[in-house]
């Protein structure tokens, strides 16, 4: 009850401060007798893991996950799948400056204002770090809707918009545009430069999903979706479909394009594709902090695959509600 | 499981077609030994309620609320209160051409989806009088946490922008400035002319809300908030404090201003007023069907007391759930 | 979270006090599409009704039940389905006295320590009338599993034991033994006339319950049984299988007859029934008011069908769970 | 949804199979900084530990906690608290011949049953070494309602008995009287030379407990007790004071003395101790590899603490559930 489960029917819990001994996480709910591969398990952690270019931090983990429990000789065992990953890097006198420091837009102050203690080394529960977890739940509900694809891209940077999404590439800041990105890395670069950072927009669309997915009252499924958006750190909005620009358009004029609804009527899934979109504000940590490395002058190449596992854990959950209730 | 209950320590379980016997709430969790007043619930739902003035559909239900458990004597007994309320204005011969009339953006086609089976009469579940179970709820919500204070108006109609809200007067269609809602009204007199429908943003700002509350990982306060109001029929956006537009913002810009974070840093409310914006779409029914009264040509007028109620019970549940660990 | 939900893919949500003006449960999980019988669902009620016999309380309640919501032309819609049943016999001026008479192992004192209020007109949420919810619970329970039996009897009223029930026929105290009934129907007349109660236990079988349901750890079927009965007005044990009497038998002997198992192994159904037995204590109320009518002198004839739909809400619950998880 | 967690406002979520890389632990809901005992902790585990005497078994784990997050310098943070217990003496050759061994009263078959699949090298998830999960989750439990003091003790092994406990000395196999304790201890080491197990009854009592905990539906404390306790391996039955035996008291003898109530009225405790008593089966590993140590012939002396920590998970949760609604 202190909110670090999601998910009903498939749900993770996440454990772990950015400083302390490892983060994990605890998959309850996973199908039995699936076949696990650890290696695509790991490459999907590399996607989120710092110092992978010029544009995240420069703190390196290594980030391997040991499995505990749930697996046997391979396949999922139906009990639940543990996974933890190490904090091997914890420099904790980098941090002692930190203590009574509260960053603006940080947990840091509220933190204090609601539990009265705080690990001042890092961002605790907090951090960035803690979706790691997020992402190896999203490599297992994967498997449980295998059909189903994700597919996350930065559709803005700062000023730098991506447009429409013509490709399945992504350049090392996530836009399927090239040029746009080219761009956008040199903005990036001067943020850096000047302890600045930035924030952005994540695109996300989901094919292979059944029609008939979310439930009628509170948990429709973009109501799902956006808890699990807005529970990332740095989110302040999301949208479904055409979303707030939906609101500047007539009735007939929405419905004349189905993609406006993003995939679900009355929070059902229908079939089509689903497309939401994720904004991220700018980092908090600015100034001198923010250019001896550490800290990433922008949310978004790191968080897409964040943003891809919290839908596939959302969907994966709904798909095994509906199950139930199948004959 | 089925998605039909809401909160944790406060919690609304909602039932009801539209076009069914009664709809209803059950609200689980509340304090007992507190006063209610039937009269000021009476008033919330008839903010809510249809045929109010010519922007709203003229099917008019008394919404009478009946008490069926739960107080005793004027006062919560601490068990879970029950309150219903009667469908009486079920002309269901008007319906009958709906059978196999699925509107584009309206659950009908994927209410067939999921269950196979709807009640074609109306919107069943999907239907917007849903939502005066959640007004009931809060309502209730509200004598948790007396001294927060919801107030939503209608930010955007269409291409009518209100502007900063300078005061706490709504117009008949929820605007704070009257001269942009002579517009508006205009506006959606012609949309119903033309059996057209029109979008639009509702503004929230809630103040008396604690600091501390909302939990680090995935019940942030921002995320429960968005899941709440993602919730409701026809919504296909939410943003907290800047939101989408903070996006634009470096981080020196974005920390210069602590409206930007909406009152919530790292997902825990700070003290600050808690401040969103909620997109919702253009109704579905057009045509013929939307030009004969008993349908809105759009969402916002009545649906500000709903996103008004959501707030509050997130609010509410988060307050008690902070509660539990307090010494 | 107040704790008036019992069951997760098919739960039940009961509401009601005594003498407020209705009892009733919201019911959510229900699959769609499946026929119900409202005269079915009557019966069940009746046999849980007061007023059948010299051995229960003469205070008569029509207990017609009222689906409010749910049901659409005789079948489930899979939304959450609501019924209600009106209390017409509230004859307050009947428990005036009760206001400060607080009788040993009732509620009445520990309701007043846990909430600083009661609605000292009866038993409130604490009555053995909040049963007739789980009752109707029940009824839709066993539509989901249809091949599910379950068969309640009286194993024991007061010194009067039942012995192996060899027939499916109930006396009028829910004895399969006649003889047995006779002698403790004499018995029960003469506790109504000195004001006296008795306890007594319940035997349990439920047949055509598939393999496989329950969890391994916390929620074996045993323990979800276990909670179902405890949470019963007067219920002080349970026991599966061979149960406390297991205890005296060694590894062998009882390996040697499956029954002793009472159809779960590691809490889990291995397809043979399942057996248990449920102890429910002496009612409460006493003395000159134990005379005079409305007071039964022992819960046992009554609660027969709401131990067997507690058991159908558990196996259902359970049913549904494993079958999200199967291809 | 596995059904891998237990308490609402704490919680306490279990993973591991016997002979995976790992047992742990995930408690969520610890209030913050409150100061933590890591001997205390580890003490508890080695109450559970096998290889105590000649009546547990000799397979020796180390049974070293590893908090892996959730405690900062000594204090606990409110965030998710996580201990592991490494798997060392995975001598997995010694249960190749299980693979195919289903015995009676055992998981064995029941596993394939529901999930196709089983780690056959142990009991896996149905293994008694879960219960280590447990035992860590009392210790924090404790934390919380420090006034609370759990005592359990052997009431019976096989055919002999305790009596009444007027002591809090414990022998080697949990007795209370030293004279029994010596009668039992011979009765078990026959058992194990025929490879023969012997079941038994816990008594259980609890002083400290707070009245008004518990709630008057489905969350009686008492209906959580029994899941609580049914939830672990083995256990066949669970009463609350004067549980089965009061079933032959008339109402006026039962009153007369308050403790036949086991602390609890309608499901909520009155300030006297909680008394219950909890069936165990004798264990279901028989014959020749019941003789060659690794299985205990009696599962009573290591559930003792096993008992007590779940009582403790149990009021701990509702002790914060009460606290929620208090002003």
């Known amino acids: 009850m202190r909110g670090n489960s999601f998910g009903k029917m498939f749900s993770i819990t996440t454990f772990g401060e950015s400083h302390g001994a490892a983060m994990g996480v605890v998959i309850d709910g996973m199908p039995a007798g699936i076949v696990i591969d650890e290696k695509a398990l790991h490459a ?32 999922t065992l139906g009990s639940p799948i543990t996974v933890i990953v190490r904090n091997t890097n914890q420099k904790s006198s980098d941090y002692d400056q930190l203590k009574d420091d509260y960053r603006p837009g940080h947990a840091d102050k509220t933190t204090m204002q609601k539990f009265g203690i705080r690990d001042h080394r890092g961002g605790g529960r907090a951090s960035g770090r803690e979706t790691l977890s997020r992402v190896i739940g999203g490599y297992f509900a994967g498997l449980i809707v295998p059909q189903m694809k994700a597919f996350a891209w930065s559709e803005r940077i700062g000023p730098h918009v991506n447009g429409p999404c013509q490709t399945l590439e992504r350049s090392v800041l996530g836009f399927t545009n090239a040029e746009v990105s080219k761009l956008a890395e040199a903005f990036l670069l001067e943020c850096k430069t000047h302890g600045e950072s930035a924030g952005g927009i994540v695109g996300l669309r989901v094919s292979g999903v059944p029609a008939g997915l979310g439930e009628p009252a509170f948990d429709k499924m973009k109501a799902d979706l956006a808890k699990a958006m807005l529970s990332l750190p740095g989110c302040l909005g999301f949208e479904v479909g055409a979303g707030f620009s939906a609101t500047e358009l007539k009735g007939s004029e929405l419905s004349q394009n189905p993609k406006n609804f993003g995939g679900m009527e009355g929070g059902i899934t229908n079939g089509d594709d689903l497309t939401m979109k994720v904004a991220f504000k700018a980092p908090s940590t600015l100034g001198e902090k923010a250019k001896v490395g550490r800290h990433d002058p922008c949310l978004l190449p790191r968080v897409l695959p964040v943003v891809e596992a919290m839908a596939k854990i959302v969907i994966a959950d709904h798909y095994l509600r509906q199950n139930a209730y199948l004959p």
Chains 1, 2, 3, 4 share one sequence.
């Open 44 to 75: 999907e952690l590399l996607r989120r893991a710092p110092g992978q270019s010029a544009f995240t931090t420069s703190r390196v983990e290594p980030e391997v996950p040991e499995i505990l429990s749930g697996v046997f000789e391979g396949k």
